[in-house]
């Protein structure tokens, strides 16, 4: 193991995570959920790396151009964070988004369409892998700039509060709630202005956005501690703008859950902000075309021992777990987990194959989707129009 | 005149608010430009545009003003004078020296339902939020696939002010129209900054609106009714058959200075103040360059790929046969805006140097 993954996810940083520390008060957050939502989680998780090697491979193939960021190794992340939340929550994160998008109930069919650049994709095939954007499920993006998408999450939540305090209804004309956003982050953006421009109108303003550092441990090839000051103790960032700051271990679903939850709760109920340090870790390189000489197979094979998604099988699968001893019995045998496979494998085998199936946008989508009011005389080249209906929509 | 009453999608309803006011009605006529001597109601430019955002605030509880300055301060420039004592300071918002995590927080807002009206004290000042302006704000529709549009009016001071030396005195407009996805509003006097800036704020689209501060305190008639003006409809403000005098914003007052000038030596020119550059009003120049055979371009941003350099590209590209002169353009001088006095006047361009192009144009 390299020093950085010792001092961020070693013995050190995850044992003593001192006063900040998340702590469920009494009852786990986890224990008030039905057991099928523990399975749910773990079908996603699986979901979301079935789908993440099958991009691989169709991006080995050629299928998938551009950029491709993988997920593999960090499920739990986007799985138990957003099970904290409510489905009209909004949420924004960066370019490494498929776990995202398929944790917040985008079709793999069309996330898949997107990395094909088909019509049938979330972004009409005009966004690709970077941008998977989700309007029905409140997913704002996706986004390929890094940190640039930290001042959206602050303006997404900005705009809910707005929605209670000054509309006193929401924008649609429905009841206003209190609501909190999500903005995800990468370790990598933590030196980016940009998020400390909004992490100071998030405390300067008292706005419910968390910020969730997906802290994998390098910013493309460069170690935390090598780019990122205060690499042992992130929240002293966040208390210098005057935000709760957490650390929390994102490789238990379960224990992240339990950990997150009650975060939210206050964030909602206080209508303040909070910075979630949370330690995760990637399996596969930066990008499809990163050699990872930066970190030893040691070191990753080190945290392919705790895997999450092996972690909450052998929990569900458990006999002497609370859960398992009040219903006399495992929640999930060895046969149900390999249906569960099965199925996944199948809905990813179905969402390739119709993203290979599916047209490619018409040539007339070029000029569509610049202008909501396209108006003559916008451009020398061309005339804007409006383009087919987006397929989520 | 190409129609500016729009045929929206027919999604629109499913990616705008609910709550939001239509579009204005563009086929109603415009109350007249100049009113009869003594029933003027002379206002300044910053009055008049304190009172399209105030009109518009009223009318929609969507609409917030966010900016340095902008509340406790009364505006840098005195724009937004009073409006924190008639709307509160949940919608007049003092932000901090941050223009990338302020025009940011506007972009999520505006995602998200809000109509946000973001105030850059200079323009200068945007090329901090680049990123948001320029990456975010232009290209959310179509990069989520017709999901999300990005309606925020950014709006400032653009081009050199008094003496603000060479990072202050930014002319934007030559940098930022190369980037599709913006409408680009420059009014050139009070009457077209309140109409412009009304329609501005109930578009759907992002808008960058460029104020001037050497204009603010200028006075003109502005109507006592709303009235909204069209983007893409350039106004003829004066007319002459010799030469085409096109520019936007600032400029246009130092073209009417030059018309006046050379029509006392018998030439006449017309004057097209284009108001929007884009949309651009093509369409008005090549009417005005066919019957004149002649034009003159005047843009405060420096020469190279400027608008200047766009104007006559299109103007040679759809009316080369009808070009009596090669087209000229008058642009600031091409070297980074000086401090003394002197210098900065040589750098800008000025009526002189105006009439000096259509005399040349002209061969008089």
Known sequence: ????????????????????????????????????????????????????????????????????????????????????????????????????????GMSPAACMAEMYGKVTGCAKGKGGSMHMFDRPNWLFGGHGIVGAQTPLGTGLAFAARYEWEVLGASV???????????????????????????????????????????????????????GTTMAHDLRKKADAYGIRGEIIDGFDV?????????????????????????????????SMSDPQKYRTKDEVEAFKGKDSIDALASRLMSADSPRAKKRGGPILDEAALQALQAE????????????????????????????????????????YTHGSRNPLL | MASANAVLSPHVDAILPRTRPPLPDFTAELPPFEAAPGRERLIQFREALREAMSEEMRRDKRVFLLGEEVAQYNGAYKISQGMLDEFGPKRIIDSPISENGFAG??????????????????????????????????????????????????????????????????????????????????????????????????????????????????????????????????????????????SFGRPVNFCLEADAALRKDGIECDV??????????IDSIIRSVR??????????????????????????????????????????????????KNLEAEYLPNPAKIAAAVRRSLGR
């Open chain 1, 254 to 286: 379960v224990s992240l859950y339990d950990h997150f939850k009650p975060v939210v709760d206050w964030c909602r109920a206080e209508q303040r902000p909070a910075f979630i340090d949370l330690k995760t870790y990637r399996y596969l390189g930066h």
């Open chain 2, 105 to 246: 927080l506007a972009v999520g807002a505006a995602m998200y339902g809000l109509k946000p009206i973001i105030e850059f004290m200079s323009w200068s000042f945007s090329l901090v939020a680049a990123d948001q302006i320029l990456n975010n704000v232009p290209k959310m529709l179509y990069m989520s696939g017709g999901q999300w549009g990005c309606p925020v009016v950014f709006r400032g001071n653009d081009g050199a002010g008094g003496q603000l030396g060479s990072t202050h005195s930014w002319c934007v407009e030559g940098l930022y129209s190369n980037v599709p996805g913006v409408k680009i509003v420059i009014p050139s006097n009070p009457y077209d900054a309140k109409g412009l800036l009304k329609t501005a704020i109930r578009d759907y689209d992002p808008v960058f609106f460029l104020e001037s501060e050497r204009m603010l305190g200028d006075k003109a008639h502005v109507p006592e009714e709303e009235y909204y003006i069209p983007f893409g409809q350039a106004h003829l403000r004066r007319e002459g058959g010799d030469c085409t005098l096109v």
């Open chain 2, 272 to 281: 097209l103040d284009m108001r929007t550059i884009r949309p651009l009003d």
């Open chain 2, 291 to 340: 019957k004149t055979g002649r034009l003159v371009v005047v843009d405060q941003c420096w020469p190279f790929a400027s608008v200047a350099s766009e104007v006559i590209t299109q103007v040679v590209e759809r009316a080369f046969d009808w070009l009596d002169h090669q087209p000229l353009r008058v642009n600031t001088e091409d070297v980074p805006t000086p401090y003394a």
């Open chain 1, 1 to 104: 193991m390299t020093t950085m993954a010792k001092d961020m996810h070693g013995a050190g940083a995850m044992k003593d995570q001192g006063p900040g520390k998340a702590q469920p008060a009494g009852t786990p957050a986890s224990d008030l959920l039905p057991d099928q939502t523990l399975v749910k989680w773990l079908r996603d998780m699986l979901l979301i790396r079935e789908f993440e090697m099958r991009c691989a491979q169709s991006y080995q193939q050629a299928k998938i151009g551009g950029f491709c960021h993988l997920y593999t190794g960090q499920e739990a992340v986007a799985v138990g964070t957003i099970a904290s939340v409510e489905h009209d929550d909004p949420i924004v994160t960066a370019y490494r988004d498929h776990g995202h998008a398929l944790a917040r």
């Open chain 1, 344 to 383: 996944v494998r199948e809905e990813v085998r179905r969402a390739v194959d119709e993203a290979e199936a599916a047209p490619t946008p018409d040539a007339a989508e070029l000029y569509t989707d610049v202008f909501l009011n396209p108006q003559p005389n916008l451009s020398p080249s061309g005339d």
């Open chain 1, 172 to 226: 649609d004309g429905g009841p206003a709630k209190k609501k909190v956003s999500l903005a995800y982050l990468g370790d990598g953006a933590l030196n980016q202005g940009a998020l400390h421009e909004a992490m100071n109108l998030a405390g300067l303003y008292s706005i419910p956005v968390i910020y969730i550092v997906e802290n994998n441990g390098y910013s493309m090839g460069t170690a935390i501690d090598r």
